[in-house]
């Protein structure tokens, strides 16, 4: 999902179309050369391993990570699949991270929303 659903600044990638690197039965064509950000990224499921099997991403059709950049707890979804972050699931720990005092910004594609910890839900720039 990362391979699809994430903007790649390094690969002119946008959100939404799946990499031109990616195949649907070997995966990354360029594997050992592919670039620094591909090889460090991982989402929240694979660091955090207190986090419940169905909130894996192809399960909920949704990404958690941590944005570098802004420190924000990102929930990203396939732009074909923009409210998937209001999975019960994910919304649950969306609210739960928002109360830790995180702010909690779910995204798709150039769409994007403030989950506080009420559970009210804005648009977000
Ligand atoms: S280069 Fe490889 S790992 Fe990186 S997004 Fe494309 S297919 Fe995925």
Same mark, same amino acid.
């Given at each position: 999902?990362?391979c @699809?659903?994430?903007?790649?600044e390094?690969l002119?990638? !946008? &959100?939404?179309? =799946?990499? #031109?690197?990616c +195949?649907a039965?070997n #995966?990354?064509t360029? $594997?050992?050369k592919?670039p ?5 990224f991982?989402?929240e499921?694979?660091?955090?391993r ?6 894996k991403?192809n399960?909920?059709g949704?990404? =958690?990570?941590?944005d570098?950049? +802004?420190d924000? $707890? *990102?929930?990203? +979804?396939d732009?074909?699949?923009p *409210?998937?972050w !209001?999975?019960?699931? /994910?919304?649950?720990?969306l609210? &739960? ?6 702010? /909690?910004? &779910? @995204?798709? #594609? =150039?769409?994007?929303? !403030?989950? $506080?910890?009420?559970?009210?839900c &804005?648009?977000?720039?």
């Amino acid at each position: 999902m990362c391979c @699809k659903v994430l903007d790649i600044e390094e690969l002119d990638k !946008r &959100a939404g179309p =799946l990499c #031109g690197h990616c +195949t649907a039965t070997n #995966g990354c064509t360029i $594997y050992k050369k592919r670039p620094e950000v591909c090889r460090d990224f991982e989402c929240e499921w694979l660091m955090e391993r207190s986090l419940a099997n169905p909130l894996k991403p192809n399960l909920t059709g949704t990404i =958690l990570m941590i944005d570098p950049d +802004t420190d924000q $707890y *990102q929930a990203v +979804t396939d732009p074909a699949r923009p *409210q998937a972050w !209001r999975h019960p699931l /994910v919304f649950k720990h969306l609210i &739960a991270k928002a109360k830790e005092g995180h702010v /909690v910004v &779910a @995204k798709s #594609g =150039l769409m994007s929303w !403030r989950v $506080y910890a009420s559970g009210e839900c &804005a648009p977000w720039v």
